[in-house]
């Protein structure tokens, strides 16, 4: 079936494409306590590309959370508090931080330094690709963390896969259990998008990443509602936050071409440029078709406010308590006023 479906796919987009090439089209100008205590939004934040506050300030209203990915400093989380929204310090790391009880140690202080002394409401892990041989000692790492934060009064947070396919269903493949981090952590990040990951220009290390497996959006309204489905069974709905993409891929369809992430809505190419749209209805997100200057034709996949409109439907059919972004500064307007307009429905 999903071979099936993948065809099809792949049928469409060069019948568009063919189309496109033949008619050369010209581009179209076309709280914590308040309203978020409805259905909350658990964002992330990439501080270096937030330059100023304001933009908090304009959504304060229905931001609950901020997973910050930086060093702002304590006025910066005071002003967050003042605003009533929670802040958590973003993390990362390799083996390095959690393969021994020393190591464990030493990553658990500094999170509780940070904690205690920045004033973080709590933690939000977002290590990834693990070697899969590292599930019991991972699963003790969080055990430790959760219990020192929580003996403080502060939160841990982890940014986990998306896994609704067969082949990807197994937990072994992984370098956590679920069933753990549904025992141990507050909240659990849903990452529903990197369905396709487009690889980087030329560069080995996007290239190379186990999801570059072809041409494809990052996310699709039915592959992230299947992703929360997987979570739903294997952990508490009040802890899960369906973490949305803010991002689109963009791919080059030539012989050596490549993709890119782009943190845009729309193609970001010169005026003028013959442009093409469809709306691909099983996904549920928007597909451009442009030609370079160098006239090298482009495929584009969107995420933008249309297909946030359709993942917020999974948020209600699948009565989720919270979603967020990666990331808050490149969400558009257009998907706030959506997100504002589904909100003032509930």
């Given at each position: 079936m999903r071979m099936r479906l993948r065809l099809a796919r792949q049928l469409l987009h060069w019948t568009m494409l063919t189309l496109f090439l033949a008619q050369s089209i010209p581009a179209s100008g076309q709280a914590l306590g308040r309203q978020k205590g409805r259905k909350r939004v658990d964002t992330w934040l990439v501080l270096d590309e937030?330059?100023?506050?304001?933009?908090?300030?304009?959504?304060?209203?229905?931001?609950?959370?901020?997973?910050?990915?930086?060093?702002?400093?304590?006025?910066?989380?005071?002003?967050?508090?003042?605003?009533?929204?929670?802040?958590?310090?973003?993390?990362?790391?390799?083996?390095?931080?959690?393969?021994?009880?020393?190591?464990?140690?030493?990553?658990?202080?500094?999170?509780?330094?940070?904690?205690?002394?920045?004033?973080y409401d709590g933690i939000d892990l977002d290590f990834e690709r693990l070697d899969p041989s590292l599930q019991d000692t991972y699963s003790e790492f969080l055990r430790q963390t959760s219990s020192a934060l929580h003996a403080i009064g502060k939160k841990l947070s982890h940014s986990v896969s998306c896994y609704p396919n067969a082949d990807r269903n197994s937990t072994h493949k992984t370098f956590y259990y679920p069933k753990v981090v549904a025992e141990t952590c507050d909240l659990i990040r849903v990452m529903c998008y990197d369905m396709y990951w487009a690889p980087g220009q030329g560069d080995p290390q996007f290239i190379d990443h186990p999801d570059s497996q072809g041409i494809g959006p990052t996310s699709s309204y039915p592959w992230a509602r299947a992703g929360m489905l997987f979570w739903l069974e294997r952990a508490p709905r009040e802890k899960l936050v369906m973490g949305l993409p803010a991002y689109s891929n963009d791919y080059a369809l030539s012989p050596h071409g490549s993709g890119k992430q782009v943190y845009a809505s729309k193609p970001q190419i010169q005026e003028g440029t013959p442009t093409q749209a469809a709306w691909l209805w099983y996904d549920r997100l928007s597909m451009y078709l442009y030609m370079e200057r160098d006239g090298i034709p482009h495929i584009f996949y969107a995420s933008d406010s249309e297909s946030t409109k359709a993942h917020l439907e999974t948020v209600d059919e699948l009565n989720l308590p919270a979603f967020g972004f990666w990331h808050f500064s490149s969400v558009d307007e257009a998907t706030w006023k959506v997100i504002r307009g589904w909100l003032n429905k509930k």
């Open positions: 937030e330059k100023g506050f304001a933009r908090i300030e304009q959504y304060a209203d229905i931001l609950n959370s901020l997973s910050i990915f930086g060093n702002p400093s304590k006025e910066f989380i005071y002003r967050c508090h003042q605003l009533q929204i929670e802040v958590y310090q973003g993390v990362s790391g390799n083996a390095s931080a959690i393969d021994t009880p020393a190591h464990r140690q030493d990553t658990l202080g500094e999170y509780l330094q940070a904690c205690q002394v920045q004033g």
